[in-house]
């Protein structure tokens, strides 16, 4: 690591914002057009950059970076977009299945729409939930991790995401309560067939 790096890398262990925020006013859109060049989403690329600075700043104490700032930055960028790449790619087969199960049984055409709408509604309610709690959320509901898992992937105590999920799962309730009656025609449709 140069000098300078390590002088930088230093003092944002040591909890200087300074150094933080021209690190982070250096590297911000250099870092999200990197990330656009994976996910072809501008608001997606500027989220996957925004999170990797927020566990940078929150995991300052433990990393240890053996190459430059720079490197590290964009490899966690580039590890973070291959991952959502990944769970694009899962959400899109498990929707297209399910497309495929209700063309099976000629579902009718309100029901799609009902589905359709429903996935809406809870894709902008999971986009209104703060940054961790809405990490933490994904993490569980669509990677499916276990909250030990996901404690170890973030560098947080299991407590913090049993509360950081309730938290969410709350959210989501007041957020999609109007909806809820939705829920139950789909439940009742998926049990029937």
Not at 73 to 101: G, M, P, T, W
């Amino acid at each position: 690591m140069l000098e300078t790096d390590r002088q930088v890398f230093l003092a944002i262990q040591s909890g200087q914002n300074s150094a933080f925020e021209m690190l982070f006013k250096t590297y911000y859109q250099p870092l999200c057009r990197y990330a656009n060049s994976y996910l072809k989403d501008p608001d997606g690329a500027e989220e996957i950059v925004q999170a990797v600075f927020i566990g940078f700043w929150e995991k300052r104490k433990s990393i240890s970076i053996d190459t430059s700032l720079k490197s590290y930055l964009y490899r966690a960028i580039r590890n973070s977009c291959l991952n959502e790449l990944k769970h694009e790619k899962v959400k899109q087969k498990y929707f297209a299945n399910e497309l495929l199960k209700g063309e099976e049984q000629i579902q009718p055409a309100d029901h799609l729409a009902i589905h359709v709408e429903l996935e809406d509604k809870i894709r902008a309610a999971i986009q209104t939930l703060p940054e961790q709690c809405r990490l933490i959320f994904t993490m569980s509901r669509f990677e499916e991790l276990k909250y030990q898992q996901i404690a170890d992937q973030l560098n947080l105590s299991v407590k913090t995401v049993e509360n950081q999920m309730g938290k969410a799962l709350k959210i989501m309730r007041v957020q999609l309560k109007e909806y809820l009656p939705l829920v139950a025609i789909l439940m009742n449709k998926l049990l029937e067939s």
